[in-house]
């Protein structure tokens, strides 16, 4: 017994087994698809005015407000805590969507709903904390696979439940409450990891242990530094051998003000990198605006085809629109492209791709046409979401592509949160959902505006340097 719970604790393959297990259970959710025909069904009742100005908006507000503190929670409690308070607000989201009623009660709903995409971090995040470096890229491709087909077969099967089966939307909700139970339960078997990326990093010398003692500052070692911004004083200063503090010269507050200041400063040389800058900014604004897109959709799908007398296909909708975004981001592998050239130049031309999607799902009355611009809209901004990972992954220590990936989506929340405040919530414009696709499309407009006149710069700029060095080169 024994020799077989020393054998699970070194494995790989039994955390990454429940891992995906959970994460296939915690996507497997499909009522998710018909959310707005639920809310503004007979099972409660709601007008589209409130779900869209007064309900909705509450995801965005408390997203921003726990995403920061959740981040740095999930490290410190080493990820597999944070997923089990992920299980529990699952499960509480779905029981008050199941059994509560009103504004208040659906706003409620959003909160936590808002603590479950606050903490999706700890999925990603817990795999590479208890398997070693040479399986990251097999366990990172399971993990992801299993959410993409989760959310695929809960899209199909919500479809063919509500279509032929003539399930309701009640009971739709009671089945992604049971999925989301069993993601609790998987969660449980999780075995608890011994490290983390910033604050029980495995590498740091530790300090002599003694009661009452903490790390010290600064005993985590640097990560890698920005590959394209890294000069030989940083490179040598980085390589040097730092004084080793004395044991219990710092508490647990000292040691967490070090890591704040070691992420700051990790930010300030990533983001002094122009290409890692310019693929940021756009991942920042590109991703604030889908997040809108996706949160108001149905809205719009209800407005155009009234779910109480009209077929419904929201599910058929989302699973297609799954399918394009793997298949995009799949067929980005095999295209062989200087990014470093065409890159901002792929940016603006696709975002100008989903500009146009959005803006004909304001200016059409079609049903049909609104779904074929959406999945149009998801599978550009899928193709597109995969080539910024990729080239800020490529330049980046795990570390620090952690730190700018949820630094990123950071400052996407809070350009959502603008765009909620300003656009969508009661207390400020609050505009009627077809007039926000017509912002959420001048939006990407003006999106690629700013890539496409970066873009021509860079290509500018590089013919130029090619015909000086050229020049150059024939001159006697």
Same mark, same amino acid.
């Given at each position: ?27 497997? *959710? ?5 959310? @707005?025909?639920?809310?503004? $069904? ?75 995409? =606050? ?18 890229? *097999? ?12 959310? @695929? ?97 710092? $508490? ?11 992420? $700051? ?18 991942? =920042?604004? =590109? ?30 909708? !989302? ?24 890159? !901002? ?47 800020? =992954? ?5 570390? *620090? ?63 130029? *340097? ?7 080169? @024939?001159?006697?």
């Amino acid at each position: 017994m024994d020799c077989w719970k020393g054998a699970v604790s070194h494995s790989w393959i039994y955390p990454t087994v429940i891992i995906c297990a959970n994460g296939f259970f915690t996507t497997m *959710r499909p009522s998710e698809s018909f959310l @707005t025909p639920y809310l503004t $069904g007979p099972d409660k009742n709601l007008t589209a005015e409130e779900v869209t100005n007064q309900i909705f908006p509450v995801w965005t507000y408390s997203y921003l407000a726990l995403l920061f503190p959740v981040f740095l929670l999930t490290d410190y409690v080493r990820y597999k805590p944070v997923l089990l308070l992920q299980g529990l607000s699952l499960i509480v989201t779905w029981l008050l969507l199941l059994f509560a009623h009103g504004v208040v009660a659906m706003q409620l709903v959003e909160f936590f709903y808002g603590m479950v995409t =606050a903490t999706e971090v700890a999925y990603y995040a817990y795999i590479y904390s208890v398997v070693s470096s040479q399986h990251y890229q *097999r366990v990172t491709s399971y993990c992801r696979s299993v959410t993409l087909v989760a959310a @695929t077969v809960a899209a199909v099967l919500g479809q063919l439940l509500v279509s032929l089966a003539g399930v309701s939307y009640f009971h739709l909700n009671a089945i992604s409450l049971a999925s989301v139970s069993l993601a609790f339960v998987c969660a449980l078997f999780l075995p608890m990891p011994q490290r983390s990326m910033f604050f029980h990093r495995k590498d740091a010398p530790e300090p002599v242990p003694g009661p009452g003692k903490g790390l010290a500052v600064g005993t985590a070692p640097r990560p890698q530094s920005c590959q394209e911004e890294r000069s030989p004083a940083a490179a040598a200063a980085a390589g040097a051998p730092s004084p080793q503090p004395q044991a219990g010269s710092a $508490g647990p507050h000292r040691h967490l003000l070090g890591v704040l200041l070691q992420l $700051g400063r990790d930010l300030r040389h990533c983001y002094g990198s122009r290409k890692l800058l310019c693929w940021s900014l756009w991942w =920042a604004l =590109a991703t604030a605006g889908f997040n809108q897109v996706v949160n108001y959709v149905q809205v719009l799908w209800d407005l155009r085809a009234p779910s109480h007398s009209s077929a419904v296909y929201n599910g058929a909708v !989302e699973a297609i629109a799954t399918f394009l975004g793997s298949a995009t981001s799949m067929a980005v592998g095999y295209v062989k492209v200087n990014w470093d050239l065409s890159g !901002e130049l792929a940016l603006g031309i696709f975002s100008a791709l989903d500009s146009g999607s959005l803006l004909l799902m304001h200016f059409t009355d079609n049903i049909w046409a609104c779904y074929a611009g959406y999945l149009a809209f998801k599978a550009c901004y899928m193709l597109l979401i995969t080539i910024a990972t990729f080239q800020i =992954a490529i330049n980046l220590s795990m570390e *620090r592509y952690a730190l700018m990936f949820g630094f990123n989506n950071f400052v996407a929340l809070v350009i959502q949160t603008i765009l909620t405040v300003v656009v969508v919530d009661s207390g400020g414009l609050g505009l009627d959902i077809s007039t926000q696709f017509l912002i959420y499309g001048s939006y990407f407009a003006v999106i690629t505006g700013i890539f496409l006149i970066r873009s021509m710069y860079t290509i500018i700029s590089i013919k130029c *340097r090619n015909t000086s060095v050229a020049a150059e080169s @024939t001159a006697p």
